[in-house]
Antibody, heavy 125, light 108 residues
Framework: QVQLQQSGPGLVESSQTLSLTCAIS??????????WNWIRQSPSRGLEWLGR?????????DFAVLVKSRITIDPDTAKNQFSLQLTSMTPDDTAVYYC???????????????WGQGTMVTVSS | EIVMTQSPATLSVSPGERATLSCRAS??????LAWYRQKPGQAPRLLIY???TRATGVPARFSGSGSGTEFTLTISSLQSEDFAIYYC??????????FGHGTKVEIK
């Protein structure tokens, strides 16, 4: 059974860096059929895609313009996981953060078909 | 950025009745639309992709329709687990992929 298991702290101080990890079981972070995403959800902003990493003869990252200057997403092939780092956190970054798989082939859904359990991250001011 | 607008914000329906949810895109997204259901305290779950294709394991009471800018999710006979929030999401134009703000289906 394919699963995504998130880990990381639920409380971050303002101006500090958020670090979350998403461990993959039943699939591979290096899969040529998928990309691996971070999405967050807050009452004020709703569901917001942050960025992704994927492997196509090399690692590629894409990020939302809103967070592009502050975000890093790194794959870890040895541990079959990927991580999110978001620097300079502010209370506006308070949200539930999800990792999610997107099947990227034209023959599959191309939607987010597998999600982690979510991590509630609160930024203290 | 494509803006997704869902209506109504809240829908009150009795168990066993039909629910019809709408999603509008700010520009054409052809059929590149997904629907998700989110129960309290859980992650969203993919229900429909390509506007009308049910994801693996999704019951037949869920159906999707539409193309271009107007889309509909229909739940033919609401079960207890269907009282939740539903989101649409476009994957036609990137970046970024964008979601609607959701329709809450509540018990009437």
């Amino acid at each position: 059974q394919v699963q995504l298991q998130q880990s990381g702290p639920g409380l971050v101080e303002s101006s500090q860096t958020l670090s979350l990890t998403c461990a993959i079981s039943g699939d591979s972070v290096s899969s040529s059929k998928a990309d691996w995403n971070w999405i967050r959800q807050s009452p004020s902003r709703g569901l917001e895609w942050l960025g992704r990493t994927y492997y196509r003869s090399g690692w590629i990252n894409d990020f939302a313009v809103l967070v592009k200057s502050r975000i890093t997403i790194d794959p870890d092939t040895a541990k079959n996981q990927f991580s999110l780092q978001l620097t300079s956190m502010t209370p506006d970054d308070t949200a539930v953060y999800y990792c999610a798989r997107r099947c990227s082939l034209s023959t599959c859904s191309r939607a987010f078909d597998l999600w982690g359990q979510g991590t509630m991250v609160t930024v203290s001011s | 950025e494509i803006v997704m607008t869902q209506s109504p914000a809240t829908l009150s329906v009795s168990p066993g009745e039909r629910a019809t949810l709408s999603c509008r895109a700010s520009q054409s997204i052809t059929s590149n639309l997904a629907w998700y259901r989110q129960k309290p305290g859980q992650a969203p779950r993919l229900l429909i992709y390509d506007a009308s294709t049910r994801a693996t394991g999704v019951p037949a009471r869920f159906s999707g329709s539409g193309s271009g800018t107007e889309f509909t999710l229909t739940i033919s006979s609401l079960q207890s687990e269907d009282f939740a929030i539903y989101y649409c999401q476009q994957y036609n134009n990137w970046p970024p992929w964008t979601f609607g703000h959701g329709t809450k289906v509540e018990i009437k």
